[in-house]
């Protein structure tokens, strides 16, 4: 056809262009020199301290050491901080490494850690993750290897938060800028920068004089690829190791293919159902409660999320600090449910606005809709895009939805960062105005007794349970696809350390 | 000439300025970026610390003369979510954009004139029908499911090609085809009727009496007459392309500008939606004065007046 050869002919031409700009194809020995993770969207930001979304992080933590980490068992372990000590309520001293190099081969001291703190912290930078940080209120250098954070009031969260705190190098930083440093940043991570070629890939070469664990690849590629069914196609032909992001349909596709794997993990991502309790009709808590009974969370889970997730009563669990075990929600029961909502008459009889946002799984939100629905209410969805639905959802109870569907995840693996934004008076996302949640919420959160913690959290969780201010649906799970010979387990928390990698023959 | 291309080039640059104005209006009409950059659990203080450390907090009309000067100086700002310069974003993305857009182009205009032609000049044929078959198949394929039809057969199947990316010059076969379909299908019908229009004028059985043959006579003038409606087409065509291919490039992960503009709405990366609209509707304007140009040089009967019209 004459069509095809004209493309030969101008693909041919345009030959030398192109290979200039990139690689050639890896070869697929194993284990590979290049292993190949296909993520979605290429990074925001390779700035730690910059933007904070999994595109970027799974990339620029290979990059940084962090001033803690978590172990894959998902407890806080030493990172470039060996240990810790509370030097009061609102001081910990951490003792730092001292045989940690940057990849430009100068040495991590003492002066980077509180530098990083300060670059984070600075009002002036306006990093967007200053919320995760901002109850650090000084940093100081206070021995040889010794490095004392200040917080206004005891923070609880704060090692959890610190899991997330990447060190990089004072004197680099402020030679090149900003700018200059997130196009080319310089950690001490077990991988090193190469290249980014924008809106393509970003490649690291193994950081062989890391003072950690190394992984048996020589170089990574993080390739953006935005649909999720070609990332499934590029890890059936063998063009990539793994790949984020598989909804549970493309899960079921890969597990019955030759030579890769499913590999899922429950995240400590809760998918819940917000009501807002100061609107007329649901300031009544039965009405709260028969919308909680009209809800079959296992259908939800089976029949929808093809039964990766798994139905939750409560919005914390296991994997988050001040968790003092299980509560048990309200029970589904649609003929109660239909039974209170008729015997309400006038008061539950009017449409209420439901708020969703395309990024969430629709057919969750119809589902819900319809159990709604069948109980006898009258719900209408309301779809905006992502950037409307948060400016509805956390504005003030008058102003926001009836009800809304969400996710939420603190990324900090701790109560606090959970409970306090949807139950708190003065939370932007709370529809709650209750003083006992406050009273607790605030205890919890100015306590370091992690028994009494718990206590007090597990009394909001069963005030929760008892006054239905949301109804928490199901845990989130998060699917990877594998090849079947790559040795990694994904983890709670969504991270994606290169250096706890392995291959197997 | 000269006047003309003086005239045009005023337009132009009213046109511009609409844009420009529409675009900024209308980004910051549809939400707030802030809430899309912090972390769930970030307090309003945060949010308006990050407002205030990006610009959002000014009035409106300040952030538009700013933008407005900026862009008098070629200066199309910083990118919301990235933190670096629109005009290096565009720039790494453009590249691969012309690729993409060339290789379709190729697959379009010669799959689709030779389909078009052959269509017009033999419409009562057996084969011309079939063709038409094809060619509204081309058009019907939804590209998101014809690519991952191609990645399924040439990529995981037969294994010859990439699946996807854009490493290698074979990676760009598939998305081309993919996306050249779709125009290849246009060009066929617009250059079929316009023949058909042709075909009945008094000139072609003129030539067909002064004894020029069939084929002598398409070639030297029912084409040449039949081509101004495929210019206008192609102008166009040219310039979708340009503004890039937003569900090939997503399907095919190709870096192009269409995938681009999409992570950017989503983000409400104002100053990178801004700069995609406006390079859009620059090729645009341009390709329409191109083929003006090309009017008058295919039919000399058109001339290009002083004042465009």
């Known amino acids: 056809m004459p069509g095809t050869l004209g493309l030969r002919q101008a693909t041919a031409a345009a030959a030398l262009a192109i290979a200039a700009l990139v690689a050639p194809l890896p070869a697929s020995a194993a284990p590979p020199e290049t292993l190949v993770i296909d993520i979605v969207n290429e990074p925001s930001s390779l700035d730690p301290h910059m933007q904070w979304n999994p595109d970027s992080y799974y990339v620029y933590r290979n990059i940084f050491d962090n001033l803690l980490t978590r172990t894959d068992e998902g407890e806080i372990a030493p990172q470039i901080a060996t240990e810790w000590t509370y030097v009061s309520d609102t001081e910990i001293a951490f003792t730092i490494r001292d045989d940690v190099t940057f990849h430009d081969g100068t040495a991590l001291t003492p002066e980077d850690v509180v530098f990083s703190v300060e670059r984070i912290t600075d009002p002036e930078f306006g990093s967007p993750q200053l919320g995760q940080f901002s109850s650090i209120t000084g940093a100081e250098v206070t021995g040889d290897n010794e490095v004392t954070l200040t917080t206004e009031t005891p923070y609880p969260a704060l090692l959890a938060q610190l899991v997330k705190l990447s060190i990089v190098p004072k004197a680099h930083v402020e030679e090149v800028g900003t700018e200059a440093f997130n196009l080319a940043p310089v950690g001490s991570g077990p991988y090193a920068f190469d290249e980014w070629q924008r809106g393509v890939q970003v490649t690291l070469t193994r950081n062989d004089a890391y003072w950690g664990d190394t992984a048996p690849f020589a170089a990574a590629e993080f390739r953006a690829v935005p649909d999720a069914a070609t990332r499934v196609a590029n890890l059936q032909a063998g063009q990539s190791h793994l790949v984020v992001s598989l909804d549970p349909d493309l899960a079921l596709q890969l597990q019955g293919a030759a030579g890769v794997e499913v590999r899922d993990v429950l995240t400590e991502r809760v998918g819940y159902l917000n ?180 206590e007090l959290y597990h009394q909001v969780n069963e005030r929760v349970a008892e006054l239905v201010p949301f109804v928490p649906l199901y845990r989130a799970a998060i699917l990877y696809g594998a090849d079947a010979n790559l040795v990694w387990q994904p983890t709670p928390n969504e991270s994606m350390f290169l250096n706890r990698m392995d291959w197997s023959e | 000439m000269a006047a003309f291309l003086a005239a045009r080039l005023f337009q132009a640059m009213i046109a511009l300025w609409g844009v420009a104005t529409l675009v900024f209006f209308l980004a910051r009409m549809t939400g707030d970026p802030v809430l899309l950059l912090a972390p769930e659990n970030a307090t309003e203080a945060d949010l308006q610390q990050l407002r205030v450390s990006l610009g959002f907090d000014r009035p409106l009309p300040v952030q538009y003369a700013d933008f407005l000067a900026g862009l008098v100086q070629g200066d199309l700002g910083r990118s919301v979510a990235q933190g670096v310069p629109v005009a290096d974003i565009i720039a790494a993305r453009l590249p691969y954009t012309l690729w993409l857009a060339g290789g379709a182009l190729v697959v379009a205009l010669g799959l689709g004139l030779p389909a078009g032609i052959y269509m017009g000049v033999r419409r009562q044929s057996r084969g011309a029908k079939a063709l038409m078959a094809l060619v509204y198949a081309g058009q019907s394929l939804p590209t998101f499911w014809s690519g991952i039809l191609l990645i399924l057969v040439f990529g995981i199947t037969l294994g010859w090609l990439p699946t996807s990316g854009a490493r290698s010059v074979s990676s760009m076969i598939l998305p081309s085809v993919a996306l050249g379909l779709l125009s290849m299908a246009t060009f066929a019908r617009i250059a079929r009727t316009s023949i058909l229009d042709e075909m009945p004028k008094l000139y072609v059985r003129a030539a067909r009496a002064r004894g020029l043959g069939a084929r002598a006579t398409v070639v030297r003038h029912v084409l040449r007459n039949g081509a101004i409606p495929v210019i206008s087409v192609a102008a166009l065509e040219i310039a979708n392309l340009l503004a890039g291919a937003v569900i090939v490039e997503t399907v095919f992960a190709w870096p192009g500008l269409g995938l681009l503009t999409v992570q950017s709405i989503n983000a409400r990366d104002f100053p990178v939606v801004q700069g995609v609209v406006l390079l859009g509707a620059a090729a645009a304007i341009l390709l329409n004065l191109v083929a003006d140009l090309l009017y008058s040089a295919v039919d000399p009967r058109i001339r290009l007046g002083g004042r465009a019209t």
């Open chain 1, 275 to 454: 009501l807002n309790a100061q609107k007329p009709g649901l300031d009544d808590v039965e009405l709260r409660r028969a919308v909680a009974m009209a809800i079959d969370k296992e259908l939800i889970v089976e029949g929808l999320l093809g039964g990766f997730d798994a139905p939750i009563d409560s919005m914390i669990t296991e994997v988050h600090a001040g968790y003092g075990g299980g509560v048990e929600g309200v029970p589904y029961d649609p003929e109660a449910a239909r039974e209170i909502i008729e015997g309400l008459g006038e008061a539950a009889d009017r449409e209420f606005s439901f708020a969703t946002s395309p990024v969430f799984d629709q057919r969750i939100v119809q589902a819900l809709q319809q159990m709604l629905t069948d109980v006898g209410l009258d719900v209408s969805i309301e779809m905006t895009d992502m950037s409307t639905y948060l400016s509805k959802v956390r504005s003030a109870p008058a102003d926001a939805p009836d009800m809304s569907f969400g996710r939420w995840s603190c990324a900090c693996q701790d109560a606090d960062g959970v409970l306090y934004p949807l139950l708190d008076s003065d939370s932007s996302w709370s529809k709650t105005r209750d003083e006992t949640f406050d009273r607790l919420l605030s205890e919890a959160r100015n306590t370091l007794d992690e028994t009494e913690r718990q």
